[in-house]
T-cell receptor, first 116, second 112 residues
Framework: DTAVSQTPKYLVTQMGNDKSIKCEQN?????MYWYKQDSKKFLKIMFS???????INETVPNRFSPKSPDKAHLNLHINSLELGDSAVYFC???????????????FGPGTRLTVL | GNSVTQMEGPVTLSEEAFLTINCTYT??????LFWYVQYPGEGLQLLLK?????DKGSNKGFEATYRKETTSFHLEKGSVQVSDSAVYFC???????????FGQGTRLTINP
């Protein structure tokens, strides 16, 4: 009954490879996010999608491409992985529709990506 | 742009000590303010929130008051436990852009 789930939990890969991280939420939320947490624990938003439409793209390299096949899923594909991409990636979701004011974001457990 | 500044960690306290983690923010408009907690190896969980000035958020013995005059949202707990050891993040909502802006996080360790 996990609210926001991510796979895989750990991902170790070589520089130059292409990899994907998947995220699913079963909360019925209309907005999903990807955050990157670096080695110093600093968290920064990368993307957000509302009803499958891209809302935020925070100057992330083109090698990162999010895809939202439906409201419950937001996947992150990374091409040509670099050493600096090593981080923990968190997916999150929230309900942002209509007159409802800004709501709590629910986070997944994170995917630790290590690029060798 | 909007930003959040937290007190630098790590913070180490003994069990039953009083805790304060400072958080100040810079924002246009009227953001909502949040404290999130990250336990080792886990994702972030919302600890408490406040959506307007003078609101007090509270949960699990933690409290924080939205102070517009000092642009602060300090986290406090009267008597900490070992199980409170975690990284704490202060955040604000950038309502126009539907995103959270996080502080740098404060690692808290409570010793028995």
């Amino acid at each position: 009954d996990t609210a926001v789930s991510q796979t895989p939990k750990y991902l170790v890969t070589q520089m130059g490879n292409d990899k994907s991280i998947k995220c699913e939420q079963n909360l019925g939320h209309d907005t999903m996010y990807w955050y990157k947490q670096d080695s110093k624990k600093f968290l920064k938003i990368m993307f957000s999608y509302n009803n499958k439409e891209l809302i935020i793209n925070e100057t992330v390299p083109n090698r990162f491409s999010p895809k939202s096949p439906d409201k419950a899923h937001l996947n992150l594909h990374i091409n040509s992985l670099e050493l600096g991409d090593s981080a923990v990636y968190f997916c999150a979701s929230s309900q942002e529709s209509g007159l409802i004011k800004y709501n709590e974001q629910f986070f997944g457990p994170g995917t630790r990506l290590t690029v060798l | 742009g909007n930003s959040v500044t937290q007190m630098e960690g790590p913070v180490t306290l003994s069990e039953e000590a009083f805790l304060t983690i400072n958080c100040t923010y810079t924002a246009t408009g009227y953001p909502s303010l949040f404290w999130y907690v990250q336990y080792p190896g886990e994702g972030l969980q919302l600890l408490l929130k406040a959506t307007k000035a003078d609101d007090k958020g509270s949960n699990k013995g933690f409290e924080a008051t939205y102070r517009k005059e000092t642009t602060s949202f300090h986290l406090e707990k009267g008597s900490v436990q070992v199980s409170d050891s975690a990284v704490y993040f202060c955040a604000l909502s950038d309502q126009g852009a539907q995103k959270l802006v996080f502080g740098q996080g404060t690692r808290l360790t409570i010793n028995p």
